[in-house]
């Protein structure tokens, strides 16, 4: 069973960079696509890219000047990095993959992890 | 960018009913329609890909159909674990979109 793992600061600077990964067990990174998804408080879901094993990524336009998606085939994990934030880059972020036959869909999510960005 | 609107927002439901939400799409996304269930503190849950197909270990009381711009699912039978928030999500183009969510909460 694949299972997916975030991990970084709970507490980020305003104008500074966030930075999560995503341990990825039971399963090889070396296939599918990664995603980062996020969440602000009580609201719906943002999409804020991906990045295949290769190292090929897509960003939201909306994030890509600040969105950097990595990731480390060695270790089995990879990357979110997003700068300059502010407090609307406040929220849960999750890590998922999108599965091999669900048609451009996630199968495996990490739990999330709370991201709040405050002085 | 994709808009995808939800309807009902939330919904009031008993056990045993049958709910349907809707999903519509600014504009045609193939058959590349996807249904996730959230719990309140829980990650989304894949439910049905692909407009229609059920994902393994979904109980077959949820269906999704449509084409284009406009999708439904249907739970049949609403068991007290349905009790969620529901988003539809494209992945025709990029940026990948969700709509808003709808609720569906216990009459």
């Known amino acids: 069973q694949v299972q997916l793992q975030e991990s970084g600061p709970g507490l980020v600077k305003p104008s500074e960079t966030l930075s999560l990964t995503c341990s990825v067990s039971?399963?090889?990174?070396?296939?599918?696509?990664w995603t980062w998804i996020r969440q602000a408080p009580g609201k719906g879901l943002q999409w804020i890219g991906y990045?295949?094993?290769?190292?090929?990524?897509s960003y939201n336009p909306s994030l890509k000047s600040r969105v950097t998606i990595s990731v480390d085939t060695s270790k089995n994990q990879f990357s979110l990095k997003l700068s300059s934030v502010t407090a609307a880059d406040t929220a849960v972020y999750y890590c998922?993959?999108?599965?091999?036959?669900?048609?451009?869909?996630?199968?495996?999510w990490g739990q999330g992890t709370m991201v709040t960005v405050s002085s | 960018d994709i808009q995808m609107t939800q309807s009902p927002s939330s919904v009031s439901a008993s056990i045993g009913d049958r709910v349907t939400i809707t999903c519509r799409a600014s504009?045609?996304?193939?058959?590349?329609l996807t249904w996730y269930q959230q719990k309140s503190g829980k990650a989304p849950k894949l439910l049905i890909y692909?407009?229609?197909s059920l994902q393994s270990g979904v109980p077959s009381r949820f269906s999704g159909s449509g084409s284009g711009t406009d999708f439904t699912l249907t739970i049949s039978n609403l068991q007290p674990e349905d009790f969620a928030t529901y988003y539809c999500?494209?992945?025709?183009?990029?940026?990948?979109?969700f709509g808003g969510g709808t609720k569906v909460e216990i009459k």
């Open positions: 999500q494209q992945a025709n183009s990029f940026p990948l979109t």
């Open positions: 039971g399963g090889s990174i070396n296939s599918f696509y």
């Open positions: 998922a993959r999108e599965g091999p036959t669900v048609g451009n869909a996630y199968d495996f």
């Open positions: 990045i295949s094993y290769t190292g090929s990524t």
């Open positions: 504009q045609g996304v193939g058959t590349w």
């Open positions: 692909a407009v229609s």
